[in-house]
């Protein structure tokens, strides 16, 4: 069974930086796509960025030029650098195995980790 363990989150000033992790483990994770996903309170779920197994990112356009998602294949991890921050980021962020990295939909390959919460201070 994949587990998914993200970190990383915290509390940060706007304007401020943080990396997430996510640890994914049982598997094979150096070709399959994945992604980033965000909750904030009240809302649904959103995708924030993807990578392809050959490393081919996107995102969507409220983070782009902040955001960068990346992979450490060697260590079954992902990452998500994010510069920049501003209140509306604030949101619990999970990553997963998009079924399509191609669109926006958060339809996923897992169950979602427990995800990590961003709080972005004005």
């Known amino acids: 069974q994949v587990r998914l363990v993200e970190s990383g989150g915290g509390l940060v000033q706007a304007g401020g930086s943080l990396t997430l992790s996510c640890a994914v483990y049982?598997?094979?994770?150096?070709?399959?796509?994945m992604g980033w996903y965000r909750q904030a309170p009240g809302k649904q779920r959103e995708l924030v960025a993807t990578?392809?197994?050959?490393?081919?990112?996107n995102y969507a356009d409220s983070v782009k030029g902040r955001f960068t998602i990346s992979r450490e294949n060697t260590k079954n991890t992902l990452y998500l650098q994010m510069n920049g921050l501003k209140p509306e980021d604030t949101a619990v962020y999970y990553c997963?195995?998009?079924?399509?990295?191609?669109?926006?939909?958060?339809?996923?390959?897992?169950?979602w980790g427990q995800g990590t919460q961003v709080t972005v201070s004005s």
């Open positions: 049982g598997t094979f994770f150096s070709t399959n796509a």
């Open positions: 997963n195995r998009p079924f399509n990295v191609y669109s926006s939909s958060t339809n996923v390959r897992y169950d």
């Open positions: 990578i392809t197994g050959a490393g081919i990112t």
